[in-house]
């Protein structure tokens, strides 16, 4: 049996365990439309679709990928109107949250990694 949860915002003040069955990932591929990067539309696309199939993985307790990678959503989420930054923010977190917790550690030298021509992280199993 593998991984059953998940610790939310670790060492943080809203710190919880969180079980894979009760995760939900919002769809967040909408929100970049209307930013001037279009670079965004693509990196959130496909962050949201890598995230569902880690998640799913895990749920269903079958090989997880070699590597996963978190684009900085912070600076695009900042951008947003305040409700649909927060989903953001929770997503961009529950990638983190989520390659932590199910074993993952950042890439090799723990520098921020370049896709789409935008910052984020890779993890690694």
């Known amino acids: 049996m593998g991984v059953q949860s998940i610790i939310r915002a ?10 894979l069955t009760d995760i939900v990932i919002q769809d967040i591929r909408v929100f970049p439309l209307f930013l001037p990067d279009k670079r965004w ?10 995230l569902g199939l880690l998640l799913g993985a895990a749920r269903a307790d079958i090989a997880l990928p070699m590597e996963f990678f978190v684009p900085d959503l912070w600076n695009t989420s900042i951008k947003l109107p305040s409700q649909e ?3 953001m923010l929770d997503m961009w977190n529950l ?3 989520l390659a932590r917790g199910l074993g993952y550690r ?8 370049i896709r789409h021509g935008l910052r984020g992280t890779v993890y690694v199993k």
């Open 10 to 19: 670790k060492g943080g003040t809203a710190e919880r365990t969180v079980q």
């Open 41 to 50: 539309i693509k990196a959130v696309s496909e962050y949201y679709e890598e």
């Open 85 to 87: 930054c927060e989903i």
């Open 95 to 97: 990638g983190h949250d």
């Open 106 to 113: 950042r890439g090799s030298d723990g520098d921020d990694s």
